[in-house]
């Protein structure tokens, strides 16, 4: 990824590929050499995301949306781009002009997660004897005596060797090393034409932007050459009640017993918020912040995940935040009851 510094007689690129994605979703600072995303936004002209998670890019449009409706109330253009495969997609952000991130995060389905009974007891696929190592025999086993590290080719080399003993028990073929870190690393095979076309799309974008030779894209791109060559573009439209930059309350629906923890699941589960470990919080009739649940206050709030929502105070109408690793603003989300879990 590349921040962009525009002066009016020249463009000063910062290359700041080094950072992992795992700092964008855990921190709230980008740390490029010795320097920091705050440092760096007062004179950012524009930003090029080419990020390999969602959440990542859920982070990244979050920062620069709170810098346009949070002062300085800066608009800086984001122009992302992905592939998978032979798909591929470019798209333009304007904060405030055009549809987020958020907006269109359905366009973004949640990870598929193989059934935990399908991997233990049914395996048909290499994939579900590489899951069984690395949910079930990791942890019993412990081999290195340390979470998996998908970059060590020694922990690779160990799953991928017990997936084969599993795969034989089976008759399933099909397992490889690569396979293996593949499915350890979530990692989608890429191909070279596909990422030059989208690499090629952003770098226009920019020049266009920087330049004003041309009108910009509005605002969406799509590309697939798995079958020939096809490539659409078309406008995003902004949702009205977008929990990033519409600054509205979502609502949403549960029924009259509903737990903390069935709330919390849905959020994770629900593919218009999927979020990865959401906290809630809310103000109570007092007016004093009360914590129903936050993971780095697990043995303190854990007790709350079992009570229903109006045993802790939830009435309706009442506005809960929640934050997650997904966005640095809050999702503000006010509660109604008696009907099924809707949003």
Same mark, same amino acid.
């Given at each position: ?261 069935? /709330?919390?699941?849905? +959020?994770?589960?629900?593919? =218009? ?6 906290? @809630? *919080?809310? $103000? %109570? ?19 709350? /995940?079992?009570?229903? +929502?109006?045993?802790?105070? =939830? ?6 935040? @929640? *934050?997650? $690793? %997904? ?17």
């Amino acid at each position: 990824m590349c921040i962009f510094r525009i002066g009016r007689h020249e463009i000063d690129v910062e290359d700041i590929t080094n950072f992992t994605v795992k700092s964008v979703s855990k921190r709230a600072k980008l740390v490029t050499k010795h320097k920091t995303f705050e440092s760096i936004h007062q004179d950012l002209g524009l930003v090029v995301c080419g990020l390999d998670s969602v959440v990542a890019r859920r982070w990244m449009n979050s920062m620069l949306v709170s810098l346009y409706v949070d002062p300085p109330n800066k608009q800086i253009p984001l122009i992302d781009g992905g592939t998978e495969g032979f798909k591929g997609n470019a798209r333009i952000i304007i904060p405030g002009k055009s549809a987020c991130i958020e907006c269109t995060l359905n366009l973004y389905p949640p990870q598929v997660n193989f059934p935990l009974c399908t991997i233990a007891q049914t395996p048909r696929l290499p994939e579900h004897c590489i899951e069984y190592v690395r949910m079930m025999q990791w942890p019993a086993e412990t081999p290195f005596g340390k979470d998996i590290d998908g970059d060590n080719p020694e922990h690779i080399q160990w799953i991928f060797e017990k997936a084969l003993e599993r795969g034989s028990q089976y008759g399933i073929s099909g397992i490889t090393y690569r396979l293996t870190q593949g499915v350890v690393k979530n990692i989608i095979p890429a191909v070279a034409s596909t990422n030059a076309v989208i690499a090629a799309a952003c770098a226009t974008e920019v020049f266009k932007l920087v330049s004003g030779c041309a009108p910009i894209m509005n605002n969406y791109m799509v590309f697939n050459d798995a079958d020939g060559i096809y490539a659409y573009t078309y406008e995003q439209e902004k949702k009205k009640d977008c929990m990033a930059c519409s600054l509205e309350s979502q609502i949403i629906t549960l029924r009259e017993e509903s737990t903390l923890r069935e /709330l919390i699941d849905y +959020l994770i589960e629900s593919p =218009v918020y999927q979020m990865r470990s959401p906290g @809630v *919080t809310m $103000v %109570t009739a007092e007016g004093r912040n009360k914590t129903l649940y936050m993971k780095t206050l697990r043995e303190h709030t854990e007790a709350n /995940l079992s009570k229903s +929502l109006k045993d802790l105070g =939830v009435r309706e109408g009442t506005e809960v935040n @929640v *934050t997650d $690793v %997904t966005s640095l603003l809050p999702c503000i989300l006010k509660i109604y009851f008696d009907s099924p879990m809707t949003s």
